[in-house]
């Protein structure tokens, strides 16, 4: 069965610091990847996906990811974290021609100034 | 073009009433999800549609209900909530290529 793992439940680093969220997938064919932010109180926004060709994915507000088959990984980097990317982080992996995505559980990312 | 909305951002139930969330989305999208987001269990897939008139069972559907009667529209109902319905609820929508897109939420608390 397809799975997303997420395996940092919380991260804190200091604003101007480097990140990097990690993302695990299981999934046997090759995958449609995706990240989202979800500030507090808000909806989920779409950072980047990646579906075939270049393995670095340009996202927006900064933020890269770079899909490796050999790590069944997509982890997500920010060369240097702003107080307003305080937030929480979900990767997903869509499965079967329905659409529908599998999530991870999400990374809760902390700023500190 | 304001993407996906829902109505309404918040209420409060008592157990056993019902209610529906309504989402609205005005991207053409065939498909469409209603979720559920609880601390530490990330987003829970309710219920589903591939197209208007069709509907599918997610994750966690019981006591639930949803309709999609027409493309931009999808309705979830609670029939008679319960406290274990407490919630935070997602809807978006999605094009052919996966990528989903969300409204802004219904806070809902069952007392």
């Known amino acids: 069965a397809q799975s997303v793992t997420q395996p940092d439940i919380h991260i804190t680093v200091s604003e101007g610091a480097s990140l990097e969220l990690r993302c695990n997938y299981s999934?046997?064919?090759?995958?449609?990847l995706f990240w989202y932010v979800q500030s507090p109180g808000q909806g989920l926004q779409l950072l980047l996906k990646?579906?075939?060709?270049d393995t670095l994915v340009q996202g927006i507000k900064g933020f890269e990811a770079e899909f490796k088959r050999s790590q069944s990984s997509f982890n997500l980097r920010k060369p240097s974290v702003h107080w307003s990317d305080a937030a929480e982080y979900f990767c997903?992996?869509?499965?079967?021609?329905?659409?529908?995505?599998?999530w991870g559980l999400g990374t809760s990312l902390a700023v500190n100034p | 073009n304001a993407g996906v909305t829902q109505t309404p951002k918040f209420r409060v139930l008592k157990t056993g009433q019902s209610m529906t969330l309504l989402c609205a989305q005005d991207?053409?999208?065939?498909?469409m999800y209603w979720y559920r987001q609880d601390p530490g269990m990330g987003l829970r897939l309710i219920h589903y549609?591939?197209?208007?008139?069709?509907?599918a069972k997610g994750e966690v559907p019981d006591g639930y209900n949803v309709s999609r009667l027409k493309k931009q529209n999808f309705l979830l109902g609670l029939e008679s909530a319960a406290p274990s319905q407490t919630s935070v609820y997602f809807c978006?929508?999605?094009?052919?290529?996966?990528?989903?897109?969300f409204g802004p939420g219904t806070r809902l608390l069952v007392l």
């Open positions: 978006a929508s999605s094009s052919g290529d996966g990528t989903q897109y």
């Open positions: 991207m053409n999208h065939e498909y």
């Open positions: 549609s591939v197209g208007e008139g069709t509907t």
């Open positions: 999934y046997g064919a090759t995958p449609y």
């Open positions: 990646y579906f075939s060709g």
């Open positions: 997903a992996v869509i499965a079967g021609n329905n659409r529908k995505l599998i």
